[in-house]
Structures are given as structure tokens and as C-alpha cells.
């Protein structure tokens, strides 16, 4: 039995959390655990005070990324060069046959061979100066901690339904790196690359808890309305009408907002064209108030811009029509509290499999965009054999195909099953885990 006094202390226990603002994924997570550390998010690329040298290997690895994937577009050279990048040094080998894959690859000794020479030094001795748990969203954060002997323990949370060997330390057996890992799959693969079994947890992808609410209280609201917009014809409901009423305790599914869609673009903007060919091909709905469509460009001005103007050229004014919303803000704390408070009242979420594919646990359909590297086409797959998404037709008709899957239940049944079979607790695993290891 805790004393009062031991159970005040471990409340007040916090956490460092540690990501790097390169891309979306590794940054949302990040947010969505800030709570862990009373609010604060540490970028490991961009904090003050970092020495220019290791800002310089940071920016350098990014632009690098950067520029592959705006290349990529470039017909047929482009796809040629991405994929080469791709198959060299973010490939997911297949998981079967299974085999030993702790032999470390060439770019996780690369990135050793630059920690060695002092890259994170500073990183992590301005965490040791108040030592605490370590909870980090990048691997190479967690090989800086654990090279330069952070005296604390080291969590990694890993952002896809399926990882390369990156994401393991060069000497998997002796590295004391804690994972949590957000499928069996994942920990499946940690062990074929080497970790020890008592070094992973599946605890599942940390999904925002302003979303969830007490007992999923905010959430089953929410799924309620979705229903009833996703499913216009009640098959799916006839069908499963006592599955959702005993899930979601809603008798009668009634919604207060027209079926509203959000494109979500990655952080450099990828796929923006496929969010204003939604906006062409959707328009006379979008105009009539019978749709909504939501563009989120993040915090990418550029991208912003290039929504307004496409949104224009095809007649619609983002000002001047309440069905049209750019999702866009200057900060990235402010974007990711604005988006998730947006997804509330979102019908499908449209994206690339990015770490935004685990949100179909929030009991919202996901209409897979093409995936961008491996580690996506692994997501995409994970969604699929779910059967918490569907994979994207041809845009030119997407009027069509779209009704089909509504009026068919497509949709709804993609929402429940994302409902019912994912895992969304994942933010209250970590932190069990994490402040509770000790006890």
C-alpha cells in the first residue's frame, strides 16, 4: 500500500519528452505525450543553445529527405531515384521467412560513427542536468542518450505499424533502450533485429486524449454523429444495430454537421494536388452545403497558398464558402491542437499511411492516399488487413465511388471496426509504464 505522500510524488514525477521537427509524425507523437513532461515538447534538432555543428548534421540529413521526396514527383526519373534512396535506407525487409536481422546496417553505423565524434554530447548533458525519464519519438535521440550514458531510463516510441532496422541500437542485445512498441508486429520485428523481449512493450500508438475523453466518453459522442453521416441508407446499422447501440450506449445516431472530409498533406506538402482535385471534383457539393471539405496544411505557408490558389482556380473561395476550410497555423503546437480538435467533427480522414493511420482507432475511416516509402507501404497494408481503411480510387470520379461506399456501409464499417479492434490507450500505457517501472 502507497503512502499519501509516495502517491503525490509519482504524480508530480515528470517525464523529458523528445522529438525532432522533421516531418509530422515523430512531432505528433511527441505532442500527443506532452502531458508527460507537464506540457513541454523538446525538438533534439532545434533547442536552445545547440552547438552549430550538430545543427548542421540535423539540417543536413533533412534537407537531404527534403529534396528526395520533392524529387520523387519528377516523372519516371524521380520515382526511380526515391525508390533507390528508399530500398537503401528505409526499407522494411519482408518479415518472412523470419530471420536474424541484428546485424546493423550500414546507416545505423554511419549514424553511430557521427555520435562518436560528439554528435548529442551537448543534447544530453543539458537533460542530465535534471535527470528524468527519457521519452523520446526518434531513435538516434535515443542511441545519443545511451552512448553518452544518460542516467536515466530511455523509452523510444516507435510511429509505425512496422520499422526497419534503424530503429534498433547498433548492439541490440546489450542496449538498455525501452520500446513501445504500437503493434505485435512491431514487436515482432524488434526481436528479429535483436532486442530483448523484457525491452519491449506494447503499449500501443499514443492517440489524443482530448479525443477519448473519460471511458471514451468524448469519443463514442463523436462516433455517433459520424455513423449517422457515414451511413446514410442504415445498412451497415441494420446489420450491427445492437453491436453499436451496446458500444456506444446511443440508441439513435443523429448528427449536427454535413459529411465532412479532411485531407491531411505531410509536412512538406506532399500529395497537396490530391486535396484540390477532392476540391474540384467535390464542388457543386461543397457549394450546395451537402459536404465539407477540410485542407490541413500544417504549419507550410507554401502549402497554404497553394491551396488557396487552386481553390480559387476551381471557384471556390476558402474566405467565402463555409464548406471549404484550410486548416493552417503558425506554430506547431497550435496546429496539432487545432487539428485535433477539428477531427472531432470529421466524417474521413484522407491521408497518406503515415503515423496518422493509428487514428482509425479513434473510430474514424481512413481513405488511403499512395503511400511514400516503406515504412508507409507497411502502414497501408496494416490498414487494409484491419479493416479500418480503404485504399483511394480514381480521383477523376471520386463523386462516385464515394457515394457507393456510403451507400453501401463501407465506411461505417471501417469506423467501427477502427472503433472496436484498435488500440487507442496508448497515451495511458506510456505513462504507466514509464512512471510506474520503478514500483
Known amino acids: 500500500m502507497k503512502t499519501e505522500t509516495e ?49 548542421k548534421i540535423w539540417q543536413e540529413s533533412r534537407r537531404f529527405y527534403e529534396a528526395i521526396s520533392k524529387f520523387k514527383r519528377i516523372p519516371m526519373v524521380g520515382h526511380a531515384v526515391f525508390a533507390a534512396y528508399d530500398r537503401l535506407f528505409q526499407r522494411i525487409v519482408d518479415f518472412y521467412p523470419m530471420k536474424d536481422l541484428s546485424r546493423a546496417p550500414f ?14 554530447r551537448h543534447f544530453v548533458a543539458q537533460l542530465e542536468k535534471d535527470p528524468r525519464p527519457l521519452v523520446t519519438t526518434f531513435f538516434i535521440t535515443a542511441f545519443m542518450a545511451e552512448e553518452f550514458n544518460y542516467s536515466e531510463e530511455i523509452y523510444l516510441v516507435v510511429c509505425d505499424a512496422d520499422i526497419s532496422r534503424q530503429w534498433a541500437a547498433k548492439n541490440p542485445i546489450s ?18 533485429y535483436g532486442v530483448p523481449k523484457k525491452r519491449i512493450f506494447l503499449t ?32 451497415y446499422l441494420s446489420k450491427y444495430c445492437q453491436l453499436v447501440n451496446n458500444s456506444l450506449c446511443a440508441p439513435t445516431l443523429k448528427t449536427r454537421h454535413p ?8 509536412g512538406a506538402g506532399a500529395q497537396g494536388e490530391i486535396g484540390l482535385a477532392l476540391a474540384r471534383q467535390l464542388k ?29 482556380a476551381a471557384g471556390l473561395d476558402a ?58 507501404d507497411f502502414n497501408k497494408s496494416w490498414l487494409l488487413k484491419s479493416g479500418f481503411g480503404l485504399e483511394q480510387e480514381d480521383l477523376r470520379c471520386i463523386g462516385q465511388w464515394l457515394d457507393d461506399w456510403r451507400e453501401n456501409g463501407y465506411l461505417a464499417e471501417a469506423a467501427m471496426e477502427g472503433f472496436i479492434e484498435g488500440e487507442r490507450m496508448g497515451a495511458a500505457n506510456i505513462r504507466r509504464l514509464v512512471f510506474d517501472a520503478d514500483e
Not at 38 to 43: A, L, T
Not at 175 to 192: D, G
Not at 259 to 266: H, K, Q, R, W, Y
Not at 296 to 312: C, M, T
Open 7 to 55: 502517491t503525490k510524488n509519482r504524480r508530480a514525477r515528470k517525464a523529458w519528452v523528445v522529438g525532432v521537427n522533421m516531418g509530422y509524425g515523430h512531432q505528433r507523437t511527441a505532442h500527443t505525450l506532452r502531458s508527460l513532461s507537464g506540457g513541454e515538447v523538446i525538438n533534439a534538432n532545434d533547442y536552445p543553445g545547440i552547438p552549430p555543428r550538430d545543427r
Open 107 to 120: 546507416l545505423t553505423n554511419r549514424t553511430y560513427g557521427l555520435i562518436k565524434k560528439g554528435w548529442g
Open 175 to 192: 542496449s538498455r533502450i525501452n520500446y513501445c512498441a504500437p503493434t505485435p508486429r512491431v514487436v515482432e520485428r524488434l526481436k528479429l
Open 204 to 235: 500501443g500508438y499514443p492517440l489524443p486524449e482530448e479525443n477519448i475523453g473519460d471511458e471514451g466518453g468524448i469519443l463514442k459522442e463523436d462516433l455517433a454523429q459520424r455513423l449517422a453521416n457515414l451511413d446514410p441508407n442504415n445498412v
Open 259 to 266: 459529411l465532412t472530409i479532411m485531407f491531411s498533406a505531410g
Open 284 to 312: 457543386d457539393r461543397i457549394v450546395a452545403g451537402k459536404l465539407k471539405l477540410i485542407l490541413s496544411a500544417g504549419i507550410n505557408e507554401r502549402v497554404k497558398y497553394f491551396y488557396e490558389r487552386g481553390a480559387l
Open 319 to 376: 474566405e467565402e464558402t463555409p464548406g471549404l476550410e484550410i486548416l493552417f497555423e503558425t506554430t506547431i503546437a497550435e496546429y496539432f491542437n487545432r487539428f485535433n480538435k477539428t477531427l472531432r467533427a470529421t466524417d474521413i480522414l484522407w491521408t497518406k499511411p503515415s503515423e496518422l493511420s493509428f487514428y482509425a482507432a479513434l473510430g474514424i475511416p481512413v481513405v488511403i492516399a499512395p503511400p511514400i516509402g516503406s515504412q508507409e
